[in-house]
């Protein structure tokens, strides 16, 4: 009985165990082809890529037949497994360098995501990808990745989300994509394709995002597109797209994401576009849009964007435009509209920006705009707006810029205006402004800008002016009535580049404070009353005679100009008076005469004393107000402060020469680089350096040491710059002491300024200016630990029009890979020195290993014990996986919101080092993420930031910095 019970479970044993054996097998040699697959592909890649993928290998004896061992990938980084086989592969920002030829896709059956982004990978994206035929995701952005979109990607039947954002893609859209049924995200954005926009991608009726922006597609919006009734994100801004968009885009009622700026659009704005309610941003900028804003956009409730600027639209945008009580940012500018400001604006308890510049907009400026208290940006300029400006507006306290010129406006200036503090940008000229200008003009700390000219102004200049110590671009209160002296205050302006006092009645002599405003570029006070010598200034002296015409009896060295008769010119180093009058000439000239006849005959007897007497008498004079009269003198006295350059007055040497401090005869303190020519090939071209030095002598910025000239000598050339307390930031951080005095926010604030002074040299020059050898010993910081860039010896002004081909220059372990194959010099090589400066900073030494000419912005192999761990998509998400091997050790951990700052520091360090120059950002996108208040990781973000801002090329380009001291500038993102 036991036998007959038995036997049937001995008989199912039997049979059952080789069929699971048999399974076990070719389970088994599945996951080993798996691994061997991989493992192949690793080999493949460039080699310094197996230390991020250690973690795949094989044991040596896997090929042995003395063990069984079953090898699977499934724990190794980036993999993931279902059912023991591989259905996962994630290396996102580990570094990857090379191509997809030598990866067998077919050798990965089960393969259903694939997410590459971010590395360094190339060449074309082999057809062979169509064996993934389970693969639903396949993330391959931010690479190098070029040529045709392969057309065999429209059999992948499975694929749901397909992104090839940021590469080199050429050719068309294929139009096989519109095969992918199933497809729910389509990124091609950021590319180099040509052509129309398929029809076929109407058929992706599952689609949620289509991002085809910035390539060069051409050709109207497709009717097809009304099929994508889901879509939610589309963004076409960028590209040369034209015709009238089809009335089938009504049907996208779902959108919360529009982007159609930058191309040629023309027609009517989309009716229904927020029938949906739940549209978010709406940029349509810069296109050819006509006739009136629909009804949908008027009552679109849920709107926090809205861009129609730079378009034809007409209309009354008193009626037009209803409230939005979440929206942030409005801009209107550039269109036909008429109609009143309506008191409703008020109401947008959220709103940031306004601009409704250059329409037709009459009536006057509602007081009720003081209840939009988070107001940073107004602009009413170029309309027809009446009445006085409300002193109301004196509330709006996050108020940045005040846009007001070209109006119709009265009255007088408020002085509540003065209340607003963070206020840097106030333009109120051409408009019917009277009375005088208030003292309160003088309480703006952070002003760059001041232009209150073509208006009726009477009255004096107030002194008070010459407190605004950051007044940078201009100061313009021409054609006014002005009358009275030029204040001597004026003088302290020594940021100033532009200053124009033209068209008034102003009298007197122009002050000789003027000497020392450096930072002029230009200068206008024609047709006033001014009289005597024009001030020892090179801007004075270069400006044409236009800029002194119509005054009462100016004279001075200008062709056109009087000669001054009566003025002893000191240019040659006598530093007497600079201004005597007719009256006394006669006199002082017999004293002089006698005084000479007595010095000659003194210093032929004491020559030595000679030259001390000379010294002592320049005391009054700085040194630098006759610097292109007489570099010669200039040179000698440098020489003899530092006795002939002695190593005791050495403060720091280079690869170009040496640094020394100078006390100068005049009681300034400088800081002298001597540049050694004869050894220097960069230099061999004389006039080319002194034209090179001439341009940076311009530059004015708050984190640059201001170059305040040279001087060429057969054996050496020499910088000055002015000379910093406490010295250079590389010295600062290998001493421990100083070293933690350099707290987090010190640190944090330092690494701001020099990306602001980048971010200048970059883009507020013309023409732009490459540093070449940004590095710790070429940043200087003052008393109070404010950063200044310095060393310009290997600066070069950046050729639009040639190859920028140069020496290598530059500091070991700050130049970029690059440079040392190609010799060409761009802005790119200055962001990767940034970004290993910026990770320096903040591990308070070189980054060394972490970094090299091939490694990317990566994540760091967690598996490697000699490298810091970090993980990109958890920086900004939580502080503490900041690994502390990435910190100053010297330094406590950071707080909450310090360590917030310092991760983003890191992140964007990393994307700076990228090998590729391409893919690095530029330093505007360094300080739009830098700025705490405008920062973001997700693209979505960036995308509006570049949309917002690729057309307002118009405004004042030194506005676009990152001040720290500031949380309201606006950067552009090109």
Known sequence: MLAQTLYPLFLSLFFCIPLKFSLLINFAGATQHEAEALIKWKHSLHSQNHSFLSSWALPRDVLSAKHSTIITPCHWLGVGCDNGSVTRLNLTNVGLTGTLYDFNFSSLPNLSYLDLHDNNLFGNIPSSITNLTKLTSLHLGDNQFSGKIPSELGKISSLKNLNLINNFFSGNIPFSLGNLSSLSLLILGNNRLVGTIPSELGHLTLLNELRINLNNLTGP???????????????VYGNNLSGTLPKEFDKLTNLTLCFLSNNTISGSLPEKICQGGILQDFCASNNRFSGTVPKGLKNCTSLTRLRLDRNHLVGNITEDFGVYPTVDYIDLSYNNFEGEISSNWAKCKNMTSLKISDNFITGKI???????????????????LVGGIPKELGNLQSLFNLTLSNNKLSGSIPRELGNLLDLAYLDLGANGLEGTIPEEIGNFPKMIYLNLSRNNLSGDIPWQIGNLVSLQVLLDLSRNSLSGTIPLQLGNLDNLEVLNLSHNHLSGEIPSTFDKLQSLLLVDVSYNNLEGPLPYNKVFTNAPLESFLGNRALCGNITGLIPCPATLN?????????????????IIGVGLLVCILVVIAFCLMKGERRVKTRKVDSRRENMFSIWSFDGKLVYEDIKGATEGFDAKYCIGEGGHGSVYKAVLSTGQIVAVKKLKTVQNPSFENQKDFETEIEALTKIRHRNIVKLQGFCSHAQHSLLVCEYLERGSLGKLLVNETEAIELDWEKRINVIKGIANALCYLHYDCSPPIIHRDVSSNNVLLDQDYEARVSDFGTARVLSMDSSNLTELAGTYGYIAPELAYTMKATKKCDVYSFGVLALEVIMGSHPGSLISPTSSSSSVDSTSSSSPTVSYTSLLGNDQLISKDLLDNRLPYPSSEVAHEIAVIIKVAFECIRPDPHMRPNMQYVCYQLVPTRRTSDPTEIEKVVSEDESSSQGTRSMRSCSSSSSHNRVDIV
Not at 221 to 235: A, C, E, F, H, T
Not at 366 to 378: D, I, N, Q, T, V
Not at 570 to 586: E, F, Y
């Open 570 to 586: 000191i240019s040659k180093g006598n530093d007497k008076d600079h201004r005597v009058t007719l009256i006394t000439a006669p």
């Open 221 to 235: 919006i497709p009717p097809s597109i009304g099929n994508l009734r889901g879509l939610k994100v589309l963004s």
């Open 366 to 384: 509602p007081a009720e705009l003081r209840e939009a208290s988070k107001l940073h940006f107004l602009d009413l300029s170029s309309n027809r």
